[in-house]
């Protein structure tokens, strides 16, 4: 990880534990380009760990290590590296002192004490078989082998955890061997993706940041030896929890309200994609952080080779600004250049003028990229009862490819083959139990030896698919808009495609999903409010939602019209004065069909809806008046996709569904 904005500050935020005066800490930061690659399985009864051993490490260390924590370890030649194999004994005596000792392996087992602490495990098998995070350069490479061990448990032994639960492991993890690490380090958990940690004493608030337009970042290994991040810690944490002086209330300052304004600055340029306002900011960091904290820690904070490279004549017509890494000194740089191109020109000063040193591309993508999904799979379907007092209509039967499916799960197949990662369930408290049976409890082996092959086959996906899944209890059924905002934490600050569970797509078309065709509309559309759409003829318009729209684009915009108007079951004569859509025929309306892909600012509209009491005709708190709302201050767009929807809780549409996909 790479910490953007904020150095400092997550220590110095957990010293509120202490002090209340004190600021909450606030950092941005970034997974790299870079990692750790590993196979897992699960383990009898150990925790094994083959991986590649730098250079900088001594094997002949790792071998005396063994003889005194209790475990043993093999070191096999080969080109250009070593390969070293961990075998310990799960056991928490062992385990505590192989973390304790502060050897190579303490990490892995930190964690792996942590897990077996809190859950009935057996055993990991991870074979790290490629890497390429650099090691012991400012970047958390030991915060990733954390994550990375935290993760294989989590998913070998469907422990249903989020990434903070993998993040909050990691940390217990490696605060047990001698590094004593800040929280700030496992945000390599989320990925290439920028995300702002606030840290106020022990409570830690992450969100992910979305970034408009590419940013094409450079880091730059100083090659200094000298540097010492436990002095410039010694000094920086002198001032801390109560300062005694003018220069340590100085550095409160500095890591406080300062920070907290730059920070907040960045975000928003962050999510404008604005690169020329975020390399002022890094200047501006520095210059704070050189005037407030070098006072504290002049022998390693006077740094001459950052400033001779971030300072180089030669740089400046390609960088947007520079700051230092991490805890500072002369370790790491940070260079935002202007375009791709421009990083390519910094390379080549770099390489010529300071031959001595080391540079990492890092680039920072458009989260335009829809990776979450919400399915609305709460609510009553009066129209089944009796078979509804027992079951969700989202969990009903459908036969496909020769497999007997609940309806929710076509929905997570097709969500998947769309290339979404995370999938959100909103469910009522009654069916909880299940979802959790559906996606999370592995199948009883006496009845997984009565399944045919191709239902065992199924079963392995099975399991594939229910770690993308998370079940999000919806307590009130209070409409749709209300079951949307019960997923706002899941969702974060990502765009999202959302669907009701009890309305099956079925594509006309044989490369796309209707799910993948709204999601590209998203992506050429660049990236506003997205309604999937299908043309109902005027005596229906009193049963759906109808859009109005403009003229259909072209290019890029193929398909893609920019949405006008909104209305929800409007009558025949409404829609025919106020919703006609140009092109299409006499009598013929745009309806939603089920598919949207939306952004996060849906989230406060609902809630000021919620709060205020708003709510629809029938009682409830509607999405489609929260688009309509929406549709004031931002841009929406609608795609016809091609495809048919079948609406389960009419029971002939079921039927209709059911015959369609068992192909009859």
Known sequence: RICLFGEHTDWAGNFRRFNSAIKVGSTIVSGTNQGIYAQVRKHKNSLVVHTLIPQTVDAQTLLRDEQEHGYTVSVQEMEPYKKATLHAPMNVSVLRSIASSGSFFSYAAGVAYKILQDYKVTGVEIDCYRCTLPVAKGLSS??????????????????????????????????????????????????NRPVVMNYDADDLDCQEIS????????????????????????????????????????????FGETNLDIVKRAMEALKEGDAKKLGELMWEA???????????????????????LIHDPSLKPHIHGAKGVGSQGDGTA???????????????VISQAFPNMTTLPLTLEPTGKVRKAVVLAAGFSHSHYPVTASTSVSLFPIVSDNISKPAV??????????GVEEIGIVVMKTD?????????????????????????????????????????????QEGMG???????????????????????????????????????????????????????????????GIIACGEIGKGDRK????????????????AAANLVTPGLKEDRFLSVFGIYVLKSHIFPIIKTMINTNCRSTGGTFSLTEALIESLKDHDVQAVQVEGKRYDLTNPTRYAAAVAHYAGT
């Open 142 to 191: 030991s915060a990733a082998v954390c994550v990375l061990v935290a993760r294989s448990f989590n998913r070998i032994f469907n422990l249903r955890g989020t990434t903070r639960f993998e993040m909050e492991y990691a940390y217990r993890g490696e605060n047990l061997t001698p590094s004593r690490c800040g929280r700030m380090d496992q945000a390599c958990a989320f990925g």
């Open 211 to 254: 970034v408009a337009k590419p940013l094409h970042y450079l880091l730059v290994d100083l090659a200094f030896p000298g540097k010492s991040t436990t002095i410039i810690l010694q000094g920086l944490q002198s001032a801390y929890p109560f300062p005694q002086n003018e220069v340590e209330r100085s550095a409160h300052k500095l």
């Open 286 to 308: 520095q210059e704070e952080f050189d005037k407030h904290a070098k006072p504290l820690c002049p022998s390693q904070l006077s740094m001459p080779i950052l400033y001779s």
């Open 334 to 348: 940070q260079l935002l250049c202007k375009s791709e191109e421009s990083r390519e020109e910094a390379i080549k």
């Open 409 to 418: 799960l076509l929905h997570v197949e097709q969500l998947d083959e769309a």
């Open 432 to 476: 909880v139990f299940a979802m959790e049976n559906l996606f999370h409890n592995k199948l009883e082996e006496q009845k997984y030896r009565k399944l045919n092959n191709a239902q065992k086959a199924y079963a392995r996906k099975l399991s594939r698919l229910g770690l993308k899944v998370t079940i999000i209890v919806q307590d009130l």
């Open 482 to 544: 209300h079951a949307v905002v019960t997923a706002e934490d899941f969702v974060a600050d990502e765009p999202f495609v959302l669907v009701i569970a009890h309305h099956l797509m079925a594509s006309t078309l044989t490369n796309e999903n209707c799910f993948q065709q709204t999601m590209a509309a998203f992506d050429r559309g660049g990236g506003v409010d997205t309604l999937a759409v299908r043309t109902v003829s005027g005596t229906h318009t009193s049963s759906y």
């Open 559 to 574: 398909g893609i019209r920019e949405v006008t108007g909104i209305a929800e079951k409007p009558s025949p004569s409404f």
